[in-house]
Structure formats: C-alpha cells, structure tokens
C-alpha cells in the first residue's frame, strides 16, 4: 500500500467510524488525530486534505465548546468524505 493510500485509508475508516457513532460524540482526542493526519497529508503534499482535516477538527472543538454550529461540522465532514472517496477513486483509476 502507498504512502497515499495508506492516508485516505486511515481518514476513510476515521469518517466511516465518526459516521456510525455520531459526530456529536467527538472527543479531545480525536481532533488531535484530526490534526496528525492533517500533518501527514501535508507532508504527503495533499494540501487541500490538510485543510479538510483541519476543518473539521477547528469545528468539531469550536461545537464541543459551545461555540459553533453542528451544522458547520456536519458541512465540514461531509466536504471531507466526498473528498477522499474521490481521491480513493481517483488513485484506482
């Protein structure tokens, strides 16, 4: 398995397990997981990724504090599962 595989794989099984348990339930430590697979996917030049994976990790802490909207969230991780499912798509072809 590439270097990119491996990254959309493991933001993949992130989503889908996020998906199945609520995004509602998202704790500290996964947004620091958030921002370690940022990191390794601007490392592996995925710029736009990177930004995702902040995203969400920036509106999930903002929701859990009380500050933001559950919509943003819900925008932000919907904007990063399509994303990797076409970049999952896209390094098939």
Same mark, same amino acid.
């Given at each position: !398995? &590439?270097?990119? =595989?491996?990254?959309? $794989?493991?933001?993949?099984?992130?989503? %889908? %397990?996020?998906?199945?348990?609520?995004?509602?339930?998202?704790?500290?430590? %996964?947004? @620091? @997981?958030?921002? +370690? +697979?940022?990191?390794?996917?601007? =490392?592996?030049?995925? &710029?736009?990724?990177?930004?995702?994976? @902040? +995203?969400?990790? %920036? &509106?999930?802490? $903002?929701? !859990?504090?009380?500050?933001? $909207?559950?919509?943003?969230?819900?925008?932000?991780?919907?904007?990063?599962?399509?994303?990797?499912?076409?970049?999952?798509?896209? $390094?098939?072809?």
């Amino acid at each position: !398995m &590439t270097a990119l =595989e491996d990254c959309l $794989s493991g933001v993949q099984d992130w989503c %889908e %397990e996020a998906l199945l348990r609520g995004l509602d339930q998202l704790g500290p430590a %996964e947004l @620091v @997981v958030l921002e +370690r +697979r940022a990191a390794a996917a601007a =490392e592996l030049q995925l &710029t736009y990724l990177a930004e995702l994976l @902040v +995203r969400v990790a %920036e &509106t999930g802490r $903002s929701a !859990m504090l009380g500050g933001g $909207s559950s919509h943003e969230l819900v925008d932000a991780y919907c904007l990063l599962s399509q994303y990797v499912l076409l970049a999952q798509q896209q $390094s098939l072809d």
